[in-house]
């Protein structure tokens, strides 16, 4: 079976009080959308249409560079779900229909797995959740046979009906033909002036159209419509992703204090304590363990590697066994060979740190490369901006950098070289000897501290 997927994203979004389209709004990390086209990725869809209000295009097409082959469409005005799908409707190509909402982002791959299986004896499928505070949705009307009647919106419920439990997640599957003879048939709501695709049901119901219901989990079918909402969407994200992690045997410490805006894949005996954010795609490997407050983003940790509290990596490649932190800044494209430590109010840069190397201390590693078994000073900078350019500094194994140097590069330090603390150099730094630049030290007999003077 073809399917097309249609994705409401148009409509005022008023509660959101946000200038951004609602289905633009960021849930860890990415668009509302996106959470939705990311599940599309692994069903069979073969067509996507995101309909969107008309000064709302760019908005979508930005912030969806990445993908291809969406057809964008604008609904002229927002007159209404029904009249949403109706603007779709001309350009579906598949005879089977799935609808979504843009502001419904929990929906599961095993879901709409389930919705297409349904589909295969029915034309129509309304995704339900049972809710303990259905205030807000429309309610689902049943017979007495169990067959969805109609959905009565919120404003147009009576006290029984107002009562019900089970609500419209707003996900429904067509068949395409009847979707197009179901959305003519749409009168606008009285109350609201709009086309409401809810009352497809009814209709459906009295044309005797085989239409079923499909319920799912109260949290899958959470509709985003205020930024409360979307805080507690955040939540249940928060939630479902850890669960899958300590599933595979990840240790975190508190499930409620880790964020992950994106991809984390774990190896075993991993440890995340807590407050630590994960953004992008991140590896940790077997016997990682993450420290308090941590931020990583883009990078791979290689294995028994300890992230200490506080620190900052970014687009940085660390190898296996390394120490880094407490209070470390990583910046992108550092690499630190097996074993090297990075500590303290560090901050690294487009740099190489060697096997089993430290900058254990208050250091700035700027385009550089250092060897095996150096060691960098505490305080050590590389001066790697002259203004217009930058410059590496290339320091190789076996170094003892003392503390406070700096580097002016280019530079180059040989092997096996110690540099005395306190130097700026600027030129080559030769193996095996020690290079020192310093003013000579004196003392100034009969100096006085100043004292403070009088008032008057
Ligand atoms: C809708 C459903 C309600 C369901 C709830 C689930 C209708 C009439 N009501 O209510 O039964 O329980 O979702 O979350 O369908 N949209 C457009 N064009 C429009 C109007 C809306 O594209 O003219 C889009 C919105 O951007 C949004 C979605 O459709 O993504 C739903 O619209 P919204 O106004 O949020 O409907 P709800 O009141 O939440
Ligand atoms: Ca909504």
């Known amino acids: 079976m073809a399917w097309t997927a249609v994705i409401l994203a148009a409509g005022k979004g008023t509660r959101m009080a946000s200038c951004k389209p609602k289905a633009l709004q960021q849930l860890a990390g990415s668009p509302l959308i ?3 086209l990311k599940t599309l990725d692994d069903v069979s869809i073969d067509e996507v249409i995101i309909i969107h209000s008309p000064e709302a295009k760019t908005d979508f097409t930005e912030a969806l560079s990445n993908r291809e082959n969406i057809i964008y469409l604008d609904q002229k005005e ?3 779900t029904a009249h949403a799908l109706k603007t779709a409707l001309p350009h579906v190509s598949s005879d089977n229909l799935l ?9 599961s791959i095993n879901t709409i797995n389930k919705i297409q299986e349904e589909m295969q004896k029915n034309d129509l499928v309304v995704l339900t959740g049972v809710v303990d505070d259905p205030s807000g949705y429309g309610r689902i009307q049943k017979d007495h046979n169990g067959k969805p009647m109609a959905i009565i919106e919120e404003l147009d419920c009576d006290d029984e ?3 019900i439990k089970e609500i419209n997640s707003g996900i429904m599957a067509f068949n395409t033909i009847v979707a197009r003879n179901l959305v003519e048939e749409i009168e606008p709501n009285p109350k609201k002036n709009e086309y409401y695709l809810t009352d497809a049901i009814e209709i459906a119901y009295h044309k005797g159209i085989e239409a079923i219901t499909y319920s799912t989990s109260e949290e899958e079918v959470f509709g985003v419509n205020s930024k409360r909402d979307l805080a507690e969407a955040e939540k249940i994200n928060r939630k479902n992703i850890a669960n899958k992690l300590m599933d595979k045997g990840v240790t975190i410490i508190d499930p409620e204090r880790i964020d992950i805006r994106g991809t984390l894949v774990c190896g075993q005996n991993v440890i995340i304590d807590v407050n630590t954010i994960f ?3 991140v590896t940790l490997g077997d016997g990682v363990t993450i420290g308090p407050f941590s931020i990583i983003s883009n990078s791979i940790i290689g294995d028994e590697t300890n992230i200490h509290s506080h620190s900052n990596i970014e687009g940085a490649d660390i190898g296996s066994k390394c120490n880094i932190g407490p209070f470390a800044r990583i910046r992108p494209e550092t690499k630190l060979e097996e074993g090297a430590k990075v500590g303290n109010f560090v901050e690294t840069k487009k740099s190489l740190i060697g096997k089993g190397s430290k900058v254990n201390h208050l250091t700035y590693i700027g385009d550089a490369t250092i060897g095996e078994n ?3 000073g505490a305080g050590t900078i590389t001066c790697n901006y002259d203004g217009v350019n930058k410059h590496q500094t290339r320091i190789g194994d076996g170094v003892f950098i003392g503390s406070g140097v700096e580097l002016v590069a280019p530079i180059e ?4 070289a110690t540099v005395g603390a306190g130097s700026t150099v600027s030129k080559h730094i030769p193996a095996n000897k020690l290079t020192i630049e310093r003013s000579k030290q004196k003392t100034i007999d009969g100096w006085k501290r100043p004292t403070k003077k009088e008032d008057k």
């Open 34 to 36: 996106e959470h939705i």
């Open 99 to 107: 609808v979504l909402l843009g502001d419904v982002p929990l929906l």
């Open 279 to 281: 953004i992008g795609d």
């Open 374 to 376: 150096t060691n960098i």
């Open 413 to 416: 330090v040989e092997n096996g």
């Open 161 to 163: 009906q107002r009562k």
């Open 78 to 80: 927002a007159l209404g």
